[in-house]
């Protein structure tokens, strides 16, 4: 398949240029055409699940050919479980609120009109991802639901598999009277198709990366059309001195070890002088027990045995691994100026009872998500509510935090009059 | 002065990294605080308009020798009744509402976590702007008042007016005890600081560009940072065939000659086949007693007496003149149809008493600004109520329509628990 695409720039081109007409089908499609299509392709998964995991051990035998390491190949295999989920996430996404056309705040102006704000998709989003199949049945519902169009590229070792969802995908828009072209599935292992796809601002209006930070880099670089974008996670938990200590021994442990390969999970523990040594010697062993290394500034290492010096990297690293930098600090204003100044802009947490340390907090931490007393590995689209995620974005521009359907969608202004002029 | 500055690249970047500075004051500045600021600046340019006068004498001096023309001129000139304005626009931005720090959507998830979302700033946003010295004050204040820093670029034949102007400013925000540097006009007329400035994600995080078209292509092309952008606007107006045809003259008399080189002046009438006869006989007199060239489609130069034929290219051009472009069509669909391929997405007027193509006009008409029965004129900051406009956005992504304070901020999440922990 791959091989008979000779000219990339003009495939993608095509692609976009179908992207773009579908994408006005789309706009203009009801919540339960748009529905429909969501639970045929669900459903269309169901009953050819048998040629979809064929299709998948093709790409895992390739993917052992090559010597894909044991990580890649998990993530690249669909297990009956895993196409379960799919199929399961396809419906709860047709389950939720349909964000498009929602119109708000309608007021009267003093001339007569009345003007308000309506919900419209983006338009064609393109979706560039690792070798995980099942976002692209993901990726492809969040985007139909949110009434935009979508190209996706997947990563080359999972070829097969999105090639058979795409037909599944294909199989559900027609059912449901909506055009093919509404998801597109690249079917090329080029690299040349991802240049074109960023660099196409008359057909594809988002570009959204998902995948290494490297990835993620080249990508925002080089784009000429806005990326939503996720670089890194370096979140921080700050124990204020007039926090209630089991409260910081609960979150800061949480927030490091209930898992440590996620964006969300603590990297630094900034902990207020005043309490630092009833603290730490508290959480120290907790940590060890479970085989976090532990890095400290000069203050936390006399107080925690067996903790090595923190160097000035520490601060500016996200480790996804069990390992923690804690920093002592002499009060919310230091925790503040570090936060703002390591922090990756995703997540911070506070522990403190005072309202007045809380109330500073929430305004001043500069981060996509901002908690009081919380686990920072609540920060994620599932559980704020959004019904989903397709990423966590650590820009301020558009969407900030956990983008669900809504940072699909951008506003239009409406205006409705009566034969009003302007004066 | 701006000889003085030998290293542009260091200079721009030396004013970005304060702007960044002042921005973490001026997120966490109450509205009081910055109200005040506003207030000050105002009263400051009061009684410092000798000063300033004197000042915008030696621009306009300079421009005249430097023949400028008088179009240019008039842009430049600062008169007593325009440094009014100018003081009006800046207490009128004091009396809006603070958006910052606004908290929605707090919600209870099944957890125990409360969720929600505060307005934050963007943070630094850089303003490039032609010679209207106005444009520094009122930039300076829709972005204090939301929280931003700003770094101002004005064309450099406005310097010494700009220059006053900055002055006051730096007065004012000391008088509110809050950092001059919340403001910052660039003190070189060097074009490389424009260059500079764009490409500075570590410290600027918007650009607005205001001026000609050819000056915002290049700005986005070259920025490293999201732009906030208008480029055209070619506005419609349709006339149904279901329109109250007196509505019809009203609205597309309005819309094309209440001025003339206004961004959402109609450029392009479209008229139903259906009543095509009827509304060009009633407007095409009254847009000739104006003066209105007109150029139409084949069928228009059956119907109007002394229309020219249009060409491929009037369909996709901006006049910003006494001229508009008309085509009958055979319906609604054609009508959208043409509109989203011909537009620059900026503002489309329908005029019908049919409830139905209404509410398909505002869904699939993919503009920033759609209207039934009103006006195109009406598409304004001032007039949809957000108390003032920085600019209007052609874009979908982040700001769409009249870009107010809102446009100059972001959301983050707010969660509150009480020690909560992901299980």
Same mark, same amino acid.
């Given at each position: 398949?791959?091989d008979?695409?000779?000219?990339?720039?003009?495939?993608m081109?095509?692609?976009?240029?179908? @992207?773009? =007409? &579908? %994408?006005?089908?789309?706009?203009?499609?009801?919540? /339960?055409?748009?529905?429909? #299509?969501?639970?045929?392709? $669900?459903?269309?998964?169901?009953?050819?699940?048998?040629?979809?995991?064929?299709?998948?051990?093709?790409?895992?035998e390739a993917?052992?050919a090559?010597?894909?390491?044991?990580a890649?190949?998990?993530?690249?295999?669909?297990?009956?479980?895993?196409?379960?989920s799919?199929?399961?996430?396809?419906?709860?996404?047709?389950?939720?609120?349909?964000?498009?056309?929602?119109?708000?705040?309608?007021?009267?102006?003093?001339?007569?009109?009345?003007?308000?704000?309506?919900?419209?998709?983006?338009?064609?989003?393109?979706?560039?991802y690792?070798?995980?199949?099942?976002v692209?049945?993901?990726?492809?519902a969040l985007c139909?639901?949110?009434?935009?169009?979508?190209?996706?590229r997947?990563?080359?070792?999972a070829?097969?598999?999105?090639q @058979?969802? =795409? &037909? %599944?995908?294909?199989r559900?828009?027609?059912?449901? /009277?909506?055009p093919?072209? #509404?998801?597109?599935v690249? $079917?090329?292992t080029?690299?040349?198709a991802?240049g074109?796809?960023?660099?196409?601002?008359?057909?594809?209006?988002v570009?959204?990366?998902?995948?290494?930070?490297?990835?993620?880099?080249?990508?925002?670089?080089?784009?000429?059309?806005?990326?939503?974008?996720?670089l890194?996670?370096?979140?921080?938990?700050?124990?204020?001195?007039?926090?209630?200590?089991q409260?910081?021994?609960?979150?800061?442990?949480?927030?490091?070890?209930?898992?440590y390969?996620?964006c969300?999970t603590?990297?630094?523990?900034?902990?207020?002088?005043?309490?630092?040594?009833?603290a730490?010697?508290?959480?120290?062993?907790?940590?060890?027990?479970?085989?976090?290394?532990?890095r400290?500034?000069?203050?936390?290492?006399?107080?925690?045995?067996?903790?090595? @010096?923190?160097?000035?990297?520490?601060?500016d690293?996200?480790?996804?691994?069990p390992?923690?930098?804690?920093?002592v600090?002499d009060?919310?204003?230091?925790a503040?100026?570090?936060?703002?100044?390591?922090?990756?802009?995703?997540?911070e947490s506070?522990?403190?009872?005072?309202?007045?340390r809380?109330?500073?907090?929430?305004q001043?931490?500069?981060?996509?998500?901002?908690?009081?007393?919380?686990?920072?590995?609540?920060?994620?689209?599932f559980e704020?509510?959004l019904?989903?995620?397709?990423?966590?974005?650590?820009?301020?521009?558009?969407?900030?935090?956990?983008v669900?359907?809504?940072?699909l969608?951008?506003?239009?202004?409406?205006?409705?009059?009566?034969?009003?002029?302007?004066?």
């Open positions: 398949m791959s008979q695409i000779t000219d990339v720039v003009a495939y081109n095509e692609l976009g240029k179908q @992207a773009r =007409a &579908a %994408s006005r089908a789309l706009a203009a499609a009801s919540t /339960g055409e748009k529905n429909n #299509a969501l639970l045929a392709i $669900a459903d269309d998964i169901d009953t050819t699940r048998d040629t979809l995991m064929d299709e998948n051990r093709k790409d895992l993917g052992a090559k010597g894909l390491d044991a890649l190949l998990d993530r690249l295999e669909l297990t009956t479980a895993r196409i379960d799919m199929i399961e996430g396809l419906r709860q996404i047709a389950a939720l609120p349909d964000p498009i056309g929602e119109i708000f705040d309608m007021n009267y102006r003093p001339t007569g009109i009345q003007v308000g704000r309506m919900r419209v998709p983006l338009g064609v989003a393109g979706i560039i690792e070798s995980r199949p099942n692209t049945a993901d990726a492809a139909l639901k949110s009434g935009n169009a979508t190209v996706l997947g990563g080359s070792e070829f097969h598999s999105n @058979a969802i =795409a &037909a %599944s995908i294909h559900g828009l027609e059912k449901a /009277g909506l093919a072209e #509404a998801v597109q690249v $079917a090329t080029d690299r040349a991802v074109a796809m960023i660099t196409m601002p008359e057909y594809v209006d570009i959204i990366p998902r995948g290494g930070k490297g990835l993620i880099e080249r990508i925002s670089n080089d784009a000429r059309v806005p990326v939503i974008k996720h890194d996670g370096i979140c921080h938990v700050y124990i204020d001195d007039q926090a209630d200590i409260k910081a021994f609960d979150v800061a442990l949480n927030a490091k070890t209930q898992r390969g996620t969300n603590m990297e630094t523990l900034l902990v207020a002088e005043a309490v630092a040594e009833e730490l010697l508290m959480l120290a062993p907790a940590y060890m027990k479970k085989g976090v290394e532990l400290g500034c000069k203050r936390t290492c006399e107080i925690i045995e067996g903790c090595t @010096a923190a160097t000035d990297e520490d601060w690293t996200e480790y996804l691994a390992i923690l930098s804690i920093r600090v009060d919310l204003d230091q503040i100026e570090h936060i703002n100044t390591h922090s990756s802009q995703h997540t506070i522990i403190t009872e005072n309202i007045t809380a109330r500073r907090f929430l001043e931490a500069d981060s996509s998500s901002v908690m009081v007393n919380a686990s920072t590995r609540f920060a994620d689209g704020y509510g019904g989903a995620e397709i990423g966590i974005s650590t820009d301020k521009f558009h969407a900030r935090g956990p669900g359907l809504e940072g969608t951008s506003m239009k202004f409406i205006v409705l009059g009566d034969g009003h002029i302007r004066s």
